[in-house]
């Protein structure tokens, strides 16, 4: 596996602020209420199984690096979450994440119950989740799409996913496609956040479909590169991970985190 960064991303929307780093669930745990009603963060990341470059195991530096003081996200996607594994000690991954950042969780696999599955975290309730298969030919790929209720009248569409392998001979275009089919069953005028590991650059001719529905957060051209996370053996550095909006009102902030705890920014 290639080591990947974080991205994260500021945006407002038409009435609350968005900062984009991403995470979300569903679980009865406490909640801390977000300093500003109007501002949210969201973050995506690959956490390579809780993997680091060190090819150490460590979820709590997975933690350490979503709580750090310039990062603390209101709403987060997760890719490459384990659950039982014994690669991974038996650990629910997204639940120990969920509890250790007091967030609700929904963790949706991609393998049997167990591997290589998606997880939406978020200090808001979840009221509505569903997981998709995503077609695939190869290594089996999901889509969460959770709604998330900030207030009785304010909600927003969050889908988080990880897309398969052109070196494996995926149809990714066939895979973008089914995940715009279903962000574009929700209402058009639904604020609505599209994040995760596509496995392919911006440039793609895969990605051009998402160009039309969605804008990408991070806004310059190229891209800062998203994997590896710290080129440690100089290999070719990628830029695969995204957040998507649409919505919103203004866009405060977005950028890639370098980390030692994951093999993506």
Same mark, same amino acid.
């Given at each position: ?14 009435? /609350?602020?968005?900062?984009? @780093?991403?995470t979300l669930g ?5 909640? #801390?209420? *977000? ?6 963060k @969201? ?9 680091g470059?060190d $090819? ?7 933690a350490q690096?979503?709580?750090? %003081? ?18 991974s ?26 591997a290589?599955?998606? !997880? ?6 979840? !009221?509505?989740? &569903?997981?998709?298969?995503? /077609? ?27 897309l ?16 715009? &089919?279903?962000?574009? %069953? ?10 995760? $590991?596509f496995?392919?650059? +911006? ?7 998402? +160009?039309?529905y969605?804008? $990408? !957060?991070l806004? !310059?051209?190229?891209? *800062? #590169? ?8 100089? %290999?070719? %550095?990628e ?6 909006a649409?919505?919103? #009102? ?9 980390? @030692?705890?994951?093999d993506?920014?």
């Amino acid at each position: 596996m290639k080591k990947e960064k974080i991205i994260i991303l500021t945006c407002l929307f038409f009435t /609350p602020l968005i900062l984009s @780093f991403i995470t979300l669930g569903i679980s009865e745990l406490p909640i #801390k209420t *977000p300093s500003q009603k109007n501002e949210f963060k @969201f973050m995506t990341y690959n956490i390579h199984f809780g993997t680091g470059m060190d $090819d150490l195991l460590n979820l709590e530096r997975i933690a350490q690096n979503i709580l750090s %003081e310039d990062i603390d996200p209101d709403i987060i996607g997760l890719q490459e979450v384990e659950n039982g594994r014994v690669t991974s000690y038996g650990v629910d991954m997204a639940l120990w994440l969920a509890q250790r950042l007091n967030m609700y969780y929904f963790y949706y696999p991609a393998i049997n119950e167990q591997a290589y599955g998606c !997880t939406l975290l978020s200090r808001y309730p979840i !009221t509505s989740v &569903e997981g998709y298969q995503v /077609p695939s030919s190869s290594l089996e790929r999901v889509l969460i799409h959770g709604v998330v209720e900030v207030n009785e009248t304010f909600e927003l569409d969050i889908f988080v996913t990880h897309l398969g392998l052109l070196d494996w001979d995926e149809n990714l275009t066939d895979q973008v496609n089914f995940v715009l &089919e279903k962000t574009n %069953e929700v209402n058009k005028t639904s604020r609505k956040i599209l994040m995760g $590991d596509f496995n392919l650059e +911006y440039n793609s001719i895969q990605m051009a479909p998402v +160009y039309t529905y969605f804008n $990408d !957060t991070l806004g !310059t051209v190229p891209r *800062p #590169k998203t994997i590896p996370s710290i080129n440690l053996f100089d %290999e070719t %550095e990628e830029s695969i991970d995204y957040i998507f909006a649409t919505g919103y #009102k203004n866009i405060i902030d977005s950028h890639v985190i370098s980390d @030692f705890g994951s093999d993506h920014s």
